[in-house]
Antibody, heavy 122, light 109 residues
Framework: QVQLVQSGAEVKKPGSSVKVSCKAS????????ISWVRQAPGQGLEWMGG????????NYIQKFQGRLTITADGSTSTAYMELSRLRSEDTAIYYC???????????????WGQGTLVTVSS | EIVMTQSPATLSVSPGEGATLSCRAS??????VAWYQQKPGQTPRLLIY???TRATGIPARFSGSGSGTEFTLTISSLQSEDCAVYYC???????????FGQGTKVEIK
């Protein structure tokens, strides 16, 4: 049984950066991928990018290229998502999610963190 | 980018009746499709993966089918606790650019 525990809510100014952490317990960090999915208020789910810890580098969708950095620290079983140059449209709940495994057919999300609300407001 | 299009946007079903949710991919995603359920104020939960395999602990009234570009989630006998938004997701391309459908809201009639 894997548990993903995320850091707390953040309020940020436009133009600043936010870094959200996701600590995994249970399972073997590196035997699965960690992705970040966000959900704007009242909206659907959007996959942002993901990483296979210890195998790096991360993959990102084009929309976030240059603004998003996903990293993982195997020594602490913690993944991080840093989003820079924040704008109001980045206000959302950010979820870290675990894939079933490392291989293509295993990249569905079987465990979700509790979510971190990031509010971007002047 | 592979676009996943779900229909209908909202589905109203009487308790005990069946519900059929559709998801269409803009190109073939073989069977690499998952379905998630999100109840209000909650984190999404995995229901189906590999287009048709139920995740651990998911009731048998939930079933998935399809391959290629057309996928279906069926709830055989709707219960009140099934009111939620349901999302399909493809995970078929590499490097990964996974995409979700926009969701179907299921409500009790």
């Amino acid at each position: 049984q894997v548990q993903l525990v995320q850091s707390g809510a953040e309020v940020k100014k436009p133009g600043s950066s936010v870094k959200v952490s996701c600590k995994a317990s249970g399972g073997t960090f590196g035997n699965y991928a960690i992705s970040w999915v966000r959900q704007a208020p009242g909206q659907g789910l959007e996959w942002m990018g993901g990483i296979i810890p210890l195998f790096g580098p991360a993959n990102y969708i084009q929309k976030f290229q240059g603004r998003l950095t996903i990293t993982a620290d195997g020594s602490t079983s913690t993944a991080y998502m840093e989003l820079s140059r924040l704008r109001s449209e980045d206000t959302a709940i950010y979820y870290c999610v675990k894939s079933r495994g490392r291989y293509l057919e295993e990249w569905y999300f079987d465990y979700w963190g509790q979510g971190t609300l990031v509010t971007v407001s002047s | 980018e592979i676009v996943m299009t779900q229909s209908p946007a909202t589905l109203s079903v009487s308790p005990g009746e069946g519900a059929t949710l559709s998801c269409r991919a803009s190109q073939s995603v073989t069977s690499n499709v998952a379905w998630y359920q999100q109840k209000p104020g909650q984190t999404p939960r995995l229901l189906i993966y590999g287009a048709s395999t139920r995740a651990t602990g998911i009731p048998a009234r939930f079933s998935g089918s399809g391959s290629g570009t057309e996928f279906t989630l069926t709830i055989s006998s709707l219960q009140s606790e099934d009111c939620a938004v349901y999302y399909c997701q493809q995970y078929n391309n590499w490097p990964p650019t996974w995409t979700f459908g926009q969701g179907t809201k299921v409500e009790i009639k």
